[in-house]
């Protein structure tokens, strides 16, 4: 094996320590950073789902203003079928059919 003085074995722990202690807060405060920002992830994306939840219920409450609103479009045009068919039978006694034209009493 190497052989190596004790001065240079001290030299080795003690930094062989040093990087320990370095990695170990390196790795607590990546642990606490992670810790952190799951919390602020979790936090921004419960607002993003909460905007999403208000922007969803007022479009179905549009389209069921749309509904409504058709519905009632459909009950007007229903409403202006039955008048013109109402006139059309008011007015078919003026009018003469061919028939009539060729053969006038």
Do not use: C, Y
Request: charged share 25%; aromatic share 6%.
């Amino acid at each position: 094996m190497f052989e190596i003085t004790p001065p240079v074995a001290d030299t080795i722990h003690k930094w062989a320590n040093v990087l320990l202690v370095l990695g170990s807060v390196s790795a607590l405060v990546g642990t606490i950073g992670i810790f952190w920002s799951g919390g602020m992830r979790d936090t921004f994306a419960n607002q993003r789902v909460s905007a999403n939840e208000a922007e969803t219920a007022k479009a179905k409450a549009e389209a069921a203003k749309a509904n409504a609103e058709a519905a009632n479009a459909n009950v007007e045009t229903a409403r202006a079928r039955l008048e013109q068919e109402r006139l059309k039978s008011q007015m078919a006694w003026r009018r003469v059919s061919d028939e009539q034209a060729q053969h006038p009493r």
